[in-house]
């Protein structure tokens, strides 16, 4: 059986020779594969190979330079957050970057709907300081520009509506900023609505009843009403386009941000559902546009939901405000959008001595309520970088925390600071997907990674106090999240893998293919038994077994007594792979902790090992 896996893989690698060249750079253990097709955008469980956009070319040239499409260095983390920019060299850059190190996924933060006061002169006013709401508001300069015969916007609609009804009249005003342009999809009734362009400006005048019907009948002049105006700043090229553009090339899934939410005034981490007509109105509006511009757009992978939320144990899901928004919001994206998932990553806060925190069964139950407000795919944020969730395994309760978690738990252990670890919570979401499932509600659950840390001596660009992590800390993360995820993101590539030097990208780039293993469970092979480890990377590894009490830690060479097998592993992130190897059980201790090691064939270890309770 030895040899003829040997001739198989001899025959396998013989085949991928003809399409795979490798480029060693002289690094020990570092070296990039520069392959012509990269991996589906989203799991292959969902998602046929076959309908992923895949690069259009290995190089291509435009007044940003050239650019490789060649995945290089291929991590776990398939999929980022990235900012909004003007500058279209810039998500090059970016894509290019993201695409280098194995990713093919992009979620892209967008902008918040507004209500807005407006003086006596028409003029549109800033945003209310929610820690100072006694503070006199200006007029805000990024809608003072807008201007239509003489008169503001504000006005201009204001007396088109009652031209048409002396009994119309605006009863709010609405502001949304954004860097895309739109079609004319995103208008409803054209007679009032319409594009407005001023220099550099643009603009778009939408209105809509104030009852949230969004009335089809472009009624105005029967009898008066009450209207909302939203007035849109706009970009004056249309960034998704060229997000998409580039998704194309590069075979990424983009998922565009949806309008976010207007906050609750009293509760700033709640959405308000007083504006949840005009925003339905908003997501409507610009959905139908896209489905307009981008029907069949490969590159289009979905929207994202981009008001964050705790997911907890809701006594009454149905009277929390945000998952009431949320409901509305969806309901839009499955009319306009149908087939197009929805992307939302709630946090998780695990912390012991602070209010409103939850265990990982609570949890649990909240992922359920989540999933039934029509979402496709939720990717709890991981904790680690805000200091919300730890590190570590079932055995290491009584450890003293890692000193970068200090800020936020203090001095203490994991058990007095957590109510459980970042794998706790996975495994018991994974068992609350499972059971979903039965009931015919599918939604597919990835880890969102967060890159950065909860401080750090040079915060990193835009990030407030939060710090650049390591890749080393990042391998952690992915181990602890383990088997339970069918893909792996983060929060966020600018800035947090592009700060420092070297930047966590750069390390990622120069020690992509270390080894990560996720879980080692006990498994026997035809008639012998063993431990399967599942990873990634750990092709020809050698495994170090310990546990407490051995003097002498067993490594096996998996090369050479053991048996690889690189094939997908469904319902995993891609990439994953397993290592068997033989385990005579009989000589280790019942109820112990086995600690398993893997390192390469070329010496680098994995950061994190793996533990298996051996419980007989």
């Known amino acids: 059986m030895r040899w003829l896996t040997l001739i198989l893989g001899v025959a396998i690698l013989a085949g991928v020779a003809s399409v795979v060249i490798v480029l060693r750079d002289g690094k020990p253990g ?96 800033e945003k209310q300081d929610d820690k100072d709401p006694q503070k006199e508001l200006k007029p805000d300069g990024r809608y003072a520009v807008c201007v239509e015969n003489g008169l503001t916007c504000v006005q201009a609609a204001d007396k088109d509506l009652k031209a048409a009804n002396p009994g119309n009249r605006i009863t709010w005003t609405y502001v949304y900023r954004t860097d895309e342009q739109y079609g004319p999809g995103v208008f409803r009734c054209p007679t009032m609505e319409h594009k407005i362009v001023i220099g550099t400006s643009v603009f778009f005048r939408l209105l809509a009843p104030e009852d949230g019907s969004d009335d089809p009948t472009c009624d105005f002049s029967s009898k008066g009403r009450g209207y909302h105006l939203i007035l849109v700043s706009a970009g004056t090229k249309d960034s998704l386009s060229e997000l998409l553009g580039l998704g194309d090339r590069f075979g990424i899934k983009v998922f565009p941000a949806l309008p976010l939410a207007p906050r609750d005034p009293a509760e700033m981490t709640r959405a308000d559902p007083r504006h949840v007509g005009t925003l339905t109105t908003l997501t409507r509006r610009i959905l139908q546009d896209y489905g307009d511009r981008f029907k069949g757009r490969e590159s289009l992978g979905g929207v994202y939901q981009p008001f964050e939320l705790q997911i907890r144990d809701w006594p009454d899901p149905a009277k929390v405000p945000t998952l009431q928004v949320y409901e509305e919001q969806h309901l839009i994206v499955e009319q306009e959008l149908p087939g197009k998932p929805i992307l939302v990553s709630p946090y998780i806060d695990a912390r012991r001595r602070v209010g409103y925190t939850s265990t990982p069964a609570q949890v649990a139950k909240g992922f359920k309520a989540l999933a039934k407000t029509g979402v496709g795919i939720i990717a709890p944020q991981d904790g680690r970088g805000t200091g919300k969730v730890g590190l570590f395994w079932p055995n290491w309760k009584n450890k003293a925390v890692d000193d970068r978690l200090k800020p936020t738990v203090g001095e203490s252990t994991y058990a007095t600071a957590y109510y459980g670890g970042t794998r706790d919570y996975y495994r018991l979401m994974a068992q609350a997907r499972d059971e979903l499932a039965q009931e015919g509600i599918n939604v597919q659950l990835w880890a969102n990674l967060e890159g950065f840390e909860p401080s750090g001596s040079e915060p990193c660009g835009r990030q407030g106090t939060r710090g650049r992590t390591d890749k080393p800390r990042l391998d952690t993360q992915v181990t602890l999240a383990g088997p339970y995820v069918s893909k792996i993101i983060s929060y966020m590539w600018s800035d947090f893998f592009t700060c420092g030097s070297p930047s966590l990208s750069e390390e990622i780039v120069a020690d992509w293919d270390r080894p990560i293993a996720i879980e080692a469970v006990r498994q026997k092979r035809q008639i012998q038994d063993g431990l399967e480890i599942r990873g990634y990377h750990l092709g020809d590894a050698k495994v170090t077994l310990s546990w407490n009490g051995v003097e002498t830690p067993r490594v096996v060479d998996s090369a050479t007594v053991g048996w690889h097998d690189p094939a997908p592993i469904e319902g995993l992130p891609s990439g994953t792979e397993k290592i068997w190897i033989p385990v005579d059980w009989a000589t280790v201790p019942k109820d112990v902790w086995v600690r398993v090691e893997v390192t390469s064939s070329d010496g680098r270890k994995a950061t994190e090992p793996v533990y298996f309770h051996n419980i007989g």
Not at 46 to 57: N, R
Not at 75 to 92: A, H, M
């Open 30 to 125: 570092s070296h990039t594969v520069n392959a012509g097709l990269t991996s589906p955008a989203t799991p292959s469980t969902s998602v046929k190979p076959s309908t992923s956009p895949k690069p259009s070319a290995s190089a291509f040239t435009d007044p940003c330079g050239t650019f490789e499409t060649a995945a290089a260095t291929p991590y776990p983390v398939s999929g980022y957050f990235v900012i909004p920019t003007s500058d279209p060299c810039t998500w090059r850059r970016q894509l290019q970057a993201i695409h280098r190190v194995g990713g093919d996924t992009v979620v892209r933060l967008g902008f918040g709907l507004s209500p807005r006061q407006v003086d006596a002169d028409g003029r549109i006013l």
